[in-house]
């Protein structure tokens, strides 16, 4: 899988952008995906996980802010965030995972072996 990411720039705060990850190669298979991001000397956190079953899950700092969606006939995962604060000023990526089939159950390993390039997010006061 090869994930192209598109999007980002620089917003002030309370203003929104919004991010593409454009997956190729085995897209025909089922996969999980998910929205990463990193700032400077800070860990890199798991924003928003997308099951195998296109369930999806925010994390607390940006629910109700961000969305992310899925065009199945783009293989594109979009992230759309709103409500930008100078917080969320980090380099984003975009992750893809296969799943595992475990009794029968196709569950999610969330190890990433495939990652898009990163867009950096720059939110001004």
């Known amino acids: 899988v090869q994930l192209v990411e598109s999007g980002g720039g620089s917003v002030q705060a309370g203003g929104s952008l919004r991010l593409s990850c454009a997956a190729s190669g085995y897209t025909k298979t089922r996969y999980c995906m998910g929205w990463f991001r990193q700032a400077p000397e800070k860990a890199r956190e798991e924003l928003v996980f997308?099951?195998?079953?296109?369930?999806?899950t925010y994390t607390d700092s940006v629910k109700g802010r961000f969305t992310s969606a899925k065009d199945n006939a783009k293989n594109t995962l979009y992230l759309q965030m709103d409500s930008l604060a100078p917080e969320d000023t980090a380099m984003y990526y975009c992750a893809a995972d296969l799943p595992a089939v475990i009794g029968g159950t196709e569950h999610c390993p969330r190890v990433w072996p495939y990652w898009g390039q990163g867009a950096q997010v720059t939110v001004s006061s």
């Open positions: 997308v099951d195998v079953d296109g369930s999806t």
